[in-house]
């Protein structure tokens, strides 16, 4: 039994709507990403020991992966919610395409 076409608006409705969430996603990642340049300490605002043992340049080497990460997160997060549009705009074009068909054919 095909869908109704209530069953087909809330499907499409469902696409469009998990799409915004992923393009949510991908701005707080992008927002995360800027956040980490902001998180920068200097060598005065670790301890002395902290040199000695390496500590700023891997905090510096964790910075760049969490912005990194963010980065890309944000990038495949999108792609998502575009497929998702993408999807929603075919199922959508594919029912107009349809209607107009039937409508042609009574």
């Known amino acids: 039994m095909p869908p109704t ?4 608006r809330v499907a499409i409705a469902a ?3 998990d ?5 949510e996603w991908a701005r707080t990642l992008d ?3 800027t956040v980490v340049d902001q998180l920068g300490l200097s060598l005065d605002d670790m301890c002395v020991l902290s040199g000695m043992v390496g500590l700023p340049e891997t905090y510096a080497e964790v910075r760049l ?5 963010a980065t ?3 990038l ?5 919610a575009g497929a998702l549009t993408a999807a929603a705009d075919g199922y959508e074009r594919d ?10 054919v009574w």
């Not at 495949?76 to 998502?80: H, K, N, T």
Request: no cysteine; aromatic share 8%; net charge positive.
């Open 5 to 8: 076409d209530e069953e087909i």
């Open 15 to 17: 696409l469009r709507f």
């Open 19 to 23: 799409a915004s969430e992923w393009r």
């Open 31 to 33: 927002r995360a990403s």
């Open 65 to 69: 992966r969490a912005r990194t990460l």
């Open 72 to 74: 890309q997160g944000a």
């Open 76 to 80: 495949r997060f999108r792609e998502v």
């Open 95 to 104: 029912e107009r395409n349809a209607v107009h068909r039937l409508r042609g």
